[in-house]
């Protein structure tokens, strides 16, 4: 079992940034890819960024690319998502979520799911 923590959320600006963190208890993130996902109100829950341990893959979704940035801390067994140029439309719960098989976390099917993380950002 992989307990996965989100952190960093709050309100911000638009054009300003956060950056969130997901912090793995029970055990190291290990082989699992993981990744961030958000679901804004009355939205569906939509892929945000995917990270692999194994070469550091990364992966965007269109809206996110250029602005956001996900990467990994082995040491510190926690992956951050750096937003930057935040606009209204990012404003959402933000999920951390992983799964051992990369393409379960981009099609939106991973065994883990954190609670989720606010992230408002006022126009």
């Known amino acids: 079992q992989v307990q996965l923590v989100e952190s960093g959320g709050g309100l911000v600006q638009a054009g300003g940034s956060l950056r969130l963190s997901c912090a793995a208890s029970?055990?190291?993130?290990?082989?699992?890819?993981v990744g961030w996902f958000r679901q804004a109100p009355g939205k569906e829950r939509e892929f945000v960024a995917a990270?692999?341990?194994?070469?550091?893959?990364?992966y965007y979704a269109d809206s996110v690319k250029g602005r956001f940035t996900i990467s990994g801390d082995n040491a510190k067994n926690t992956v951050y998502l750096q937003m930057t140029s935040l606009k209204f439309e990012d404003t959402a719960v933000y999920y951390c979520?992983?799964?051992?098989?990369?393409?379960?976390?981009?099609?939106?099917?991973?065994?883990?799911w954190g609670q989720g993380t606010q992230v408002t950002v006022s126009s």
């Open positions: 029970g055990r190291t993130f290990g082989n699992n890819a």
């Open positions: 979520v992983a799964d051992l098989n990369w393409k379960m976390v981009v099609a939106g099917h991973p065994v883990y």
């Open positions: 990270f692999s341990w194994s070469g550091g893959r990364t």
